[in-house]
């Protein structure tokens, strides 16, 4: 079973070298430290490239807030202050996700709201005016019951508030995730999204990804 998800990611990754789309590299390291009341808080650094991979795309620091009760409903808060080339841009979202799980599947829905500040303004990621964005995703996990656990997800990306409100972008991932000692894992993936999904001529890019999370 690993061997058959590790040949998939690889066959991917080759597969993606070779695509006529622009490639993406999107790495994140995320610490995570429990707090009372059933709080959690997470800092993560992330870092991503475009063209190919060659030119640097953006780079950001996030701080979020977590909130988990019993019943597997998650609610965020987060913050993140991104660098791009010539601009730096403030977000602010608020997110909710609820996770049920019948063993060995676990389904995810997650649902977040944000705006993007550019000089006190709300912008698009490519600096263009807008107004709010709204992120479903739904995640389905199969739990082997050892250290690596296979998913795959979908998000729609959702213009809302604006002159014309409508379906920006959408995302299909899937990935491993593996756990290693003391708490921590590591999370390797392949994104296929697609952007201005509205507009004669969308933009698609390929992504492979890596992200680390620490708990302390």
């Given at each position: 079973?690993?061997?058959?998800?590790?040949?998939?990611?690889?066959?991917?990754?080759?597969?993606?070298?070779?695509?006529?789309n622009?490639?993406?590299?999107?790495?994140?390291?995320?610490?995570e430290?429990?707090?009372?009341?059933?709080?959690?808080?997470?800092?993560?650094?992330?870092?991503?490239?475009?063209?190919?991979?060659?030119?640097?795309?953006?780079?950001?620091?996030?701080?979020?807030l977590?909130?988990?009760?019993?019943?597997?409903?998650?609610?965020?808060?987060?913050?993140r202050?991104?660098?791009?080339?010539?601009k730096?841009k403030?977000?602010?979202?608020?997110?909710?996700?609820?996770?049920?799980?019948?063993?060995?599947?676990?389904?995810?829905y997650?649902?977040?709201y944000y705006?993007?500040?550019?000089?006190?303004?709300?912008?698009?990621?490519?600096g263009?005016?807008?107004?709010?964005?709204?992120?479903?995703?739904?995640?389905?996990?199969y739990?082997?019951?050892?250290?690596?656990?296979?998913?795959?997800?979908?998000?729609l990306?959702h213009l809302?508030n604006t002159d014309?409100?409508?379906?920006?972008?959408?995302?299909?991932?899937?990935?491993?995730?593996?756990?290693?000692?003391?708490?921590?894992?590591?999370?390797?993936?392949?994104t296929?999204?697609?952007?201005?999904?509205?507009?004669?001529?969308?933009?698609?890019?390929?992504?492979?990804?890596?992200?680390?999370?620490?708990?302390?």
């Open positions: 079973m690993k061997s058959k998800i590790v040949y998939c990611l690889f066959f991917l990754m080759v597969q993606y070298s070779y695509a006529e622009d490639n993406q590299s999107w790495t994140k390291i995320s610490f430290k429990k707090l009372p009341y059933s709080l959690k808080l997470e800092l993560s650094q992330g870092l991503r490239l475009k063209d190919q991979l060659s030119t640097f795309n953006l780079a950001f620091f996030e701080a979020s977590l909130y988990k009760s019993s019943n597997g409903l998650k609610i965020s808060i987060p913050y202050y991104t660098i791009f080339e010539d730096i403030h977000r602010l979202s608020l997110g909710a996700s609820y996770q049920y799980t019948f063993k060995p599947i676990s389904l995810k997650r649902i977040k705006r993007l500040y550019e000089n006190g303004e709300s912008t698009e990621e490519d263009s005016a807008f107004g709010d964005l709204i992120r479903n995703k739904f995640t389905v996990r739990k082997t019951g050892k250290k690596i656990d296979p998913y795959i997800s979908g998000e990306l809302y014309n409100n409508s379906f920006d972008e959408y995302r299909v991932s899937f990935g491993i995730e593996l756990d290693l000692p003391k708490k921590n894992s590591i999370s390797l993936f392949y296929f999204k697609k952007e201005s999904i509205v507009d004669s001529n969308p933009n698609e890019v390929n992504i492979i990804g890596l992200s680390y999370i620490s708990k302390i």
